[in-house]
């Protein structure tokens, strides 16, 4: 049953945050929050890529020794290398930019946000799989309330993550109900590929330190290559700093705490 409410939490918070476009007036956020939820989204994925990933793949690899954390570096840097490459090759639109990144297309701007969304929930649905996996194998350095935290981290920062996609959708002229749906399928990725990683446990687990240090690395490149940018363009970038400094504040309780 927990595994089945870890898989779920991440993407009932971004159900959560596609849903505002119910109950918000206005179909856009305010400057200031703007700069806020990106922020606040990089602290957690930030904490949650060095306390949920990284120190678990080191730990898992201690009987290396002082060699202990090549695995993690090796995985990292794969991780990395994985999201610039899909970065390149799947097109998509960040949410200010007009100008679309990837390969030339004649995509809806709304089908490209949609894009861009689901490509940086891709490591978060890996992440959360890998770390279950992991706690089905009886991997000791992975807690069931550790696992757990990381989902409820990643659902914390969906939330926002879901107004952002499902607000601009209907500013474009879409219905409310068709901004809410196409919110929520930016974050079917999660549940779907966290699912499949643990279906292929057996597979997962040998790899487990590579395999979670590469969901650390594809997170943090979605933080520096698009959220801190957002949050820190233009004016009032304090406030994005602020938002980051409380997402990782947060996350690093849960994961302190609960881990």
Not at 49 to 72: E, R
Not at 225 to 247: C, D, I, K, Y
């Amino acid at each position: 049953m927990y595994i089945l409410a870890g898989l779920l939490i991440p993407f009932l918070g971004t159900a959560l945050g596609a849903g505002s476009v119910f109950f918000l007036k206005k179909d856009e956020l305010k400057p200031l929050v703007q700069k806020a939820l990106p922020g606040f989204a990089s602290g957690v994925m930030v904490a949650a890529s060095v306390w949920s990933l990284l120190i678990p793949a080191m730990d898992a690899s201690s009987s290396m020794g002082k060699l202990a954390f090549l695995p993690a570096a090796v995985g990292f840097a794969l991780g990395i290398l994985f999201l610039l490459g899909m970065d390149r090759m799947v097109p998509h639109l960040h949410l200010n930019p007009e100008q679309p990144e990837g390969p030339g297309n004649k995509l809806k701007k709304t089908t490209m946000l949609v894009l861009a969304v689901t490509l940086h929930n891709i490591p978060e649905g890996m992440a959360v799989g890998v770390v279950f996996a992991g706690l089905l194998s009886g991997e000791q350095t992975i807690s069931r309330t550790g696992a757990l935290a990381l989902s409820l981290g990643i659902a914390i920062q969906n939330f926002p993550e879901g107004a952002i996609v499902s607000l601009p959708l209907k500013r474009e002229g879409g219905s409310r109900r068709k901004a809410f749906f196409q919110g929520l399928l930016s974050g079917i990725v999660e549940p779907v590929g966290a699912a499949v990683t643990i279906l292929l446990t057996g597979l997962v687990v040998p790899l487990l330190p590579y395999l979670l240090s590469f969901a650390a690395g594809a997170m943090i490149y979605v933080v520096v290559e698009e959220l801190l940018p957002e949050s820190s363009q233009g004016s009032h970038s304090n406030v994005g700093t602020l938002g980051f400094a409380l997402g990782f504040l947060i996350m690093m309780v849960l994961d302190v705490a609960l881990g």
